[in-house]
């Protein structure tokens, strides 16, 4: 019923551009606090980037800061990730998530979101 949809992974040389986005249904996505992680291989999943409902503040890990861009449309129910300046260590699988937080604010853990979605890879050449 519920369904987060990635979009947009790929192969890109280091340097270069992509945009991840993510398609929600089933669920009342502004209620929603929506996050990105990813996952390289034999690494735990890690925070990315999560932006609150209405898309009044956003959240980056340390390591993409200034890099990428989160941004959400409630109107479409969509969430996107722009990474600009992308190098090999963003190589990962990328989760699109979706946190209700009804009793808490929105958080960089893993474990408080709801929803997820399949995952998109995308792989940084050098």
């Known amino acids: 019923q519920e369904s987060l949809v990635e979009s947009g992974g790929g192969v890109v040389q280091a340097g270069g551009s992509l945009r991840l986005s993510c398609a929600a249904s089933?669920?009342?996505?502004?209620?929603?606090?929506m996050g990105w992680f990813r996952q390289a291989p034999g690494k735990e999943r890690e925070f990315v980037a999560r932006i609150t409902q209405r898309g009044w503040s956003t959240f980056y890990a340390e390591s993409v800061k200034g890099r990428f861009t989160i941004s959400r449309d409630n109107a479409k129910n969509t969430v996107s990730l722009q990474m600009n300046n992308l190098n090999p260590e963003d190589t990962a699988v990328y989760y699109c998530?979706?946190?209700?937080?009804?009793?808490?604010?929105?958080?960089?853990?893993?474990?408080?979101?709801?929803?997820w979605g399949q995952g998109t890879q995308v792989t940084v050449s050098s």
């Open positions: 998530a979706a946190d209700r937080a009804l009793t808490n604010p929105s958080s960089d853990k893993s474990s408080e979101y709801d929803y």
């Open positions: 089933g669920l009342i996505f502004s209620n929603y606090v």
